[in-house]
């Protein structure tokens, strides 16, 4: 039988699928699942509640007469809907998850264990202060690592995500202009920025003025200073940008913002590529969120959980956001009101109810204490390391618009070697989930035509790289040999195939109705 380099049978010794029309509609340990609403039948509940007597005058005519609608089943019912959900699910845990600007990275258990400890895992943002000492001591500690990561003097710790810390970033810098009595409107953004970018600068009242990439990557510096006035608030960058390239401009790019008046904004969720190696504070940043759930391994994906704290330079740090954590002498002290802020506060508001992501805060300081300040740089160096293995390794079949390298912690390639396939980047990527992978970031950034974004991450063994260039090489291969059914087709092998995008996007249905479930025949 022939065998493929990892000893598994190849995809020619593999016998013909057999569309096999099931009993059950099951296909083998892949069950069919219908939506919890579908399966749920009246009158049925896993737990017994007394009748309750409510009294009618109270609610004034408003008390519900119609049944609520909401899914009968029992306790295992439910747990088995949910899990067989999540069987559906692909997750870091299952496999190798290329998906660029992710940093999807596996998630040491032990920081998982640490954020259940009962002291950090049970405690309430509302508890007196005096009985939460241990919680504000780690905030105040993960505040140093970050603070001393980038070699800036603040950081505004209660940010979500890192959307949510750009805009914590941009209304800071909006409060130092007010702070200046200036009203500049627009901020510089490069066109390769990741989306939220242009929209955090919007949503902050600012215009957004696009700045072109050049042909190797990078942002087009010389327009980019060319653009430079006394209306530009901001410039906002991401480094290493979204190409997976360093900006080596940065520096000038900063001195000309602060010639100007103007700030610079470093998007840093690409902090994995360069913590430990090079601190934004020495290349002018004055502000840059960093996505604790990418490179300091907090499990993400579906909407959360994240954070995104902001450093801040000395020019903006007094408008950091409240609450403010404060040593007051042998205390903690978090401050969340004006009355009680220290000399100098000028805080613009607040981000959100609370402190953070308590939870996230530990699971991050957790990563940083157990792998020390040479493990965060080793893990960068890693991280760029598998990325340019990827690189080098696809380049000559699948076409790397930078190729010539090196990249940073991303490899970016395009759809050129895709041109008289028939098979496009969506095509090639449906096709990866046959082959058992999460396909990589597509179609962004847009500064390169079909883009493809690999970000293998640090923790990939060579051996789990070598298993992913193997499959790319083979079907980058089959695309070229223009074996389009292979592509057109897939996913082959998903719970569920190819979906209909444009009908999704042009009539989606935002509304599920109540069908009766097929029943079997008497
Ligand atoms: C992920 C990412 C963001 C946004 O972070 P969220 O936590 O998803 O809001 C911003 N910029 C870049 C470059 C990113 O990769």
Redesign the pocket.
Known sequence: MPMNAQGRPSAAAAVERVDLATISGDRGLDHEEPLIFELGREGVTGVDIPEVQLSAARLDGQRRCAPIGLPGLSEPEVVRHYVRLSRMNYAIDAGLYPLG??TMKHNPRLNEKMARLSGFGDIHPLQPQQTVQGALALISELMRWLTTLTGMPAVAMSPK????G?LCGLLTIRAALDARGENRTRILVPSSA?G??PATAALAGFTVDEVPATDDGHVDADALEAKLDADVAAIML?NPN?CGLFEPRIKELADAAHKIGGYFYC?G??FNAIAGRVRPGDLGVDAMHI?L??TFSTPHGGGGP?A?PVVLSAALAAYAPLPLLMHDGERLRLVEERGALPAGAKPFGRMCAFHGQMGMFVGAISYMLSHGADGIRQASEDAVLSANYILASLKDVVSAPFGDGPCMHEALFDDSFLQGSGVTTLDFAKAMIDEGYHPMTMYFPLVVHGAMLIEPTESESKESLDRFIHVMRGLAEEAKAAKRERFEGAPYYAPRRRLDETLAARKPVLRWRRRELPQAAE
């Open positions: 600007s992710c995500a890192g959307a949510h750009e990741h939220t970018n991401t979204t998007d969720a690409n996505n759930h990418k994240g995104g």
